[in-house]
């Protein structure tokens, strides 16, 4: 692939993302879901209104810049509503979330080039991210979760551009990396998972650069690729992250952790001023307080709590809004209770869940990722064979390896989290599944053989019709009872 149609495929991706955040971002006059909460802590920003918050501040800071620039915007500006505490239209509390959320396919796609420097990889990774309803749902609404994975995925793209640079430059992105992780974690404290992803991978290439020092390889470059018919790595193209060792503790305490640190305590000055009830400690034993008083993941907590092992299934997603009207004529419902049952026969449902078969499908290719890492190195490590162990894994080994090892360290510590956690918590973890299943396809659509280039093209074509079958839940269009009924397969997705 050319690098002009490599760039237009991205541009191409952007915009289809830039174009579902925005087409009928006002469609809902009203606040949707935590709107209630964030849009209103936004203009209290504007207004120097002290407030309480169990999260940190950058989130909001989003959305009050938002709010102020729309101030100064001549268009969509109609349909105003004073439930933020000020008359603005629903567009200028939504605006720059979807146009931030916009660039995470891009984002998710520079990753996959990096770890592998396959633009087909790329493509399909931003391409199946730009068909994730949850991502969808979140961007176009005053919510906080999008900027976790904007700033955590950023911050781990800006890691690996530093692995592929040397001196200068290297430090230079390690900074920005730096800027990024501490953004990431002064929107919600998960975002600390995208840095501990990096942390993780760091001392595995110091552990593995060890292990193998020990012992003189049969073969530097053996084959740890897919021996079931998929194109293999070609000796001559060693994954980036076989770099790690390049990067030294003192750049990683200073980048990836004196500079994060700085960035997040710099960010709550500003709310810090504003509400000066609780000091820099203070208020961060408050947030943990909120935290530990909230219930179990029960439904007597709240209907839509759904524990860390219900995510990656879908097995309870959650409506953010639902509403019912006559006809198509009607105005949009925006206040009030649903219409009596039957008498509703237009409903408006916007559901936080994401695309089913992405995610299905996202499972399966990082538990084969996981069978391969298995084989090839946990195996052999546990029979302490190192004399099979090469020296430097290729590509698609230490793509498995980036995967899983970023998937697990943004689901599992949820293991532990006995408060009401809800599905979209799964955000941070979710995007590594799209990753695993864009690099099957990609090896299917590479292979000699034809029936694996016919299972890659099925996955792709199912993953696009899914996006679309599931598109009027993601953006709140007018559906028959039965068109809705159609749509939730289950019972545990009302």
């Known amino acids: 692939m050319t690098k002009n149609l490599y760039r237009i ?26 709107e209630v909460y964030y849009a209103k802590f936004g203009h209290n920003y504007l207004n120097q209104i002290p407030f309480f918050d169990g999260h940190p501040p950058l989130g909001k800071y989003m959305i009050a810049v938002g709010m102020w620039l729309s101030s100064y915007i001549p268009f969509w500006q109609d349909g105003v509503n004073g439930l933020t505490g000020e008359l603005r239209s629903a567009w200028s509390y939504r605006w720059v979330n979807a146009l931030s959320g916009s660039f995470i396919p891009l984002i998710v796609a520079n990753i996959a080039y990096q770890i592998s420097y396959r633009s087909s990889f790329a493509l399909l990774a931003g391409l199946f991210t730009a ?62 998972f995208y840095l501990a992803g990096i942390y993780f991978i760091w001392c595995l290439g110091w552990i593995w650069q060890f292990i193998t020092n020990k012992n003189q390889p049969i073969d530097n470059y ?25 990067i030294n503790i003192g750049q990683v305490l200073i980048f990836l952790g004196i500079v994060p640190t700085a960035i997040y305590s710099l960010i709550w000055i500003p709310h810090l001023q504003m509400n000066p009830k609780y000091g820099f400690i203070q208020v961060h034993k408050e947030i943990l307080g909120f935290h530990e008083r909230l219930g179990g993941n029960t439904a007597q907590v709240h209907p839509y709590c759904a524990a860390w092992y219900k995510w990656p299934l879908m097995i309870r997603p959650m409506a953010y809004y639902y509403q019912t009207a006559q006809s198509l004529n009607d105005p949009l419902p925006v206040l009030g209770p649903p219409l009596p049952t039957g008498a509703g026969k237009v409903i408006y449902d916007v559901h936080a869940m ?38 430097q894994l290729n590509i698609d080994t230490w793509i498995a390896l980036y995967i899983v090892l970023n998937y697990a360290v943004n689901l599992l510590p949820w293991m532990r989290v006995s408060r009401c956690v809800f599905i979209y918590h799964y955000m941070t973890a979710v995007v590594f599944a799209f ?15 034809r029936p694996l280039r016919i299972v890659g093209v099925t996955i792709c074509f199912i993953i696009i019709a899914a996006f679309i079958f599931w598109m009027p839940v993601y953006l709140g269009l007018p559906l028959s009872p039965e068109g809705y009924k159609m749509r939730m397969w289950f019972k545990s997705w009302v």
Request: glycine content about 8%; some cysteine; aromatic content about 16%.
């Open 9 to 34: 495929g991205l541009v191409s991706i952007f915009f289809v993302s830039l174009a579902l955040r925005f087409w009928g971002l006002d469609r809902f006059n009203t606040l949707v879901f935590d």
């Open 131 to 192: 068909c994730e309803g949850l991502l969808l749902v979140e961007s176009r609404y005053a919510l906080i979760n999008i900027y976790i994975v904007l700033f955590g995925l950023l911050g781990q793209w800006l890691f690996l551009l530093a692995l592929a640079n040397q001196k200068t430059r290297r430090n230079l992105y390690l900074v920005l990396a730096g800027v990024a992780f501490g953004a990431a974690i002064a929107t919600k404290w998960n975002g600390l």
């Open 222 to 246: 053996s084959n740890n690729g897919i021996s079931i018919g998929f194109e293999q790595t070609t000796n001559d193209n060693i994954s980036l992250l076989n770099k790690l060792t390049q």
């Open 354 to 391: 994401g695309n089913p078969f992405l995610w299905w499908f996202g499972v399966a290719a990082l538990l084969f990722l996981l069978w391969m890492l298995m084989r090839k190195i946990v195996i052999p490590l546990v029979k302490k064979q190192h004399s099979s162990l090469p020296k």
């Open 435 to 449: 990753l695993a299943i864009a690099w099957f396809v990609d090896q299917c659509l590479c292979s000699y053989y």
